[in-house]
Nanobody, 128 residues
Framework: QVQLVESGGGLVQPGGSLRLSCAAS????????VGWFRQAPGKEREGVSCLDNSNGNTYYADSVKGRFTISRDIAKNTVFLQMNSLKPEDTAVYYC?????????????????????WGQGTQVTVSS
């Protein structure tokens, strides 16, 4: 059974850091495009950062460039999102997703409607 489980969210003060984890079971990330998406209350779901594991290309939304980093641990079959210098506007439920259809990182993040299924997500709240 293919499954993705997000973890690592929480409450953090502005300027703080969090690292989100996305653990996969039932498949390996090797040739998948993976991505982190978020949805804030009253807003549409948006792509935050994506990684094409077939070539290592990455995508970052303009709002998180220089602050967030996507990475992977092949041995643990886990993808991470390191979030630094967090801002109140980063508050959202964060979801990870993966697709085997050879989407580019740019496409996957900018076309969230292409995602087949969503996990339960993890809440990130940035507040003082």
């Amino acid at each position: 059974q293919v499954q993705l489980v997000e973890s690592g969210g929480g409450l953090v003060q502005p300027g703080g850091s969090l690292r989100l984890s996305c653990a996969a079971s039932g498949f390996t990330f090797d040739h998948y495009t993976v991505g982190w998406f978020r949805q804030a209350p009253g807003k549409e779901r948006e792509g935050v950062s994506c990684l094409d594991n077939s070539n290592g290309n990455t995508y970052y939304a303009d709002s998180v460039k220089g602050r967030f980093t996507i990475s992977r641990d092949i041995a643990k079959n886990t993808v991470f999102l390191q979030m630094n210098s967090l801002k109140p506007e980063d508050t959202a439920v964060y979801y990870c997703a993966a697709d085997w259809r050879d989407f580019s990182a740019n496409f996957y993040c900018t076309e969230p409607e292409s995602v087949d299924s969503w996990g339960q997500g993890t809440q990130v709240t940035v507040s003082s």
